[in-house]
């Protein structure tokens, strides 16, 4: 039990940590829209780290309704990403 207990603590322990990651990116590709960083960030490291961690099974309701929020908006802040770097680069 204690286990479980430990685990689930680390699973929304990493789902707090990815929402933050995903929000320090979004400021990130804002300044790099305004010209204000050269490089673009790096997005595909927190997208293959989240793909990892939804493989995982979690036996709570909870955890993953927490899991599949922080998908879907990683999933939403990627297409305004990409648009972005398409408008600054003009690739469409």
């Not at 990493?14 to 804002?30: G, M, P, T, V, Y």
């Amino acid at each position: 039990m204690d286990i479980l207990k430990k685990n689930m603590q680390y699973a929304v322990l990493a789902i707090c940590e990815f929402d933050s990651k995903i929000e320090d990116i979004h400021r990130q590709f804002l300044r790099y829209r305004a010209g204000d960083i050269q490089i673009m960030p790096d997005w595909k490291t927190l997208e293959r780290d989240l793909i990892d961690f939804s493989r995982r099974k979690f036996f709570s309701a909870a955890l993953n309704s927490q899991l599949d929020r922080i998908l879907h908006k990683f999933q939403n802040r990627k297409k305004i990403w990409l648009t972005w770097v398409d408008e600054l680069h003009g690739t469409r």
